[in-house]
């Protein structure tokens, strides 16, 4: 079974900089999608980026992009500049290709706060 | 103009009670799920309908069923409420199954009382 690992479950930021949020997974499959999900406070899980795992470049979505390390099955979150509405818990997540598997499996999630 | 709606978004029940939460998506997806998000903010899927069939059970208590009466809906009834059942409640949705997005309704939070 897959599984997926956040290992800092809080992280704080200064407005404007930048923060990177660790992923890791454990996974026999060679295709499969990885994802960032936000859930802001009002509870709304909103998808932040997403990574085929066959192609090796990296997911950019304007301030977010990702680092994907097939090979150490990494998969982290930078956030440039950094804003106020970036806080929220922040959840890494798999989906396998293979019928019958297409649930997501969530890390646990991260807290990132952003101070002005 | 919301794609994956739910209903209720809060509800508040006794223990041993019945109820049932209601999705509806109008995105045209043929996918739908179930997932719990327990206090400590774990999100799990519990169920999977693809077409109106049952594709995922993720080892529910059989007192959880879900039901799927077309393509746009998938209701989840839950019998005898229990402490452990309090949670957020969130049904997704998404076009065909593995190779796409999985959107979101708003969450329903269930405390069992």
């Known amino acids: 079974a897959q599984t997926v690992t956040q290992s800092q479950p809080e992280m704080s930021v200064q407005e404007a900089e930048t923060v990177t949020l660790s992923c890791t997974y454990d996974t026999s499959e060679s295709d499969y999608y990885l994802f960032w999900y936000k859930q802001p406070p009002s509870r709304q899980m909103i998808l932040v980026i997403r990574?085929?795992?066959?192609?090796?470049q990296n997911a950019t979505e304007n301030r977010f992009s990702v680092n994907f390390q097939k090979a150490a099955k990494s998969f982290s979150l930078k956030i440039s500049d950094s804003q106020l509405g970036d806080a929220a818990m922040y959840f890494c997540?798999?989906?396998?290709?293979?019928?019958?598997?297409?649930?997501?499996?969530f890390g646990k999630g991260m807290k990132l706060t952003v101070n002005p | 103009d919301t794609a994956v709606s739910q209903t209720p978004k809060y509800l508040v029940t006794q223990m041993g009670n019945d109820k049932s939460i209601k999705c509806e998506q109008n995105?045209?997806?043929?996918?739908m799920y179930w997932y719990k998000q327990d206090s400590k903010k774990f999100l799990k899927i519990m169920f999977s309908y693809n077409n109106k069939e049952l594709i995922i059970n993720e080892t529910v208590p059989n007192r959880f069923s879900p039901k799927s009466p077309d393509k746009a809906h998938l209701n989840l009834h839950i019998n005898s409420l229990e402490l452990g059942d309090s949670a957020v409640y969130f049904c997704a949705s998404s076009l065909g199954q593995s190779r796409n997005i999985q959107y979101f309704g708003a969450g329903t939070r269930l405390s069992v009382l």
């Open positions: 995105l045209g997806h043929d996918t």
């Open positions: 990574q085929e795992a066959y192609k090796q």
């Open positions: 997540a798999y989906r396998s290709v293979r019928g019958g598997s297409e649930k997501l499996v």
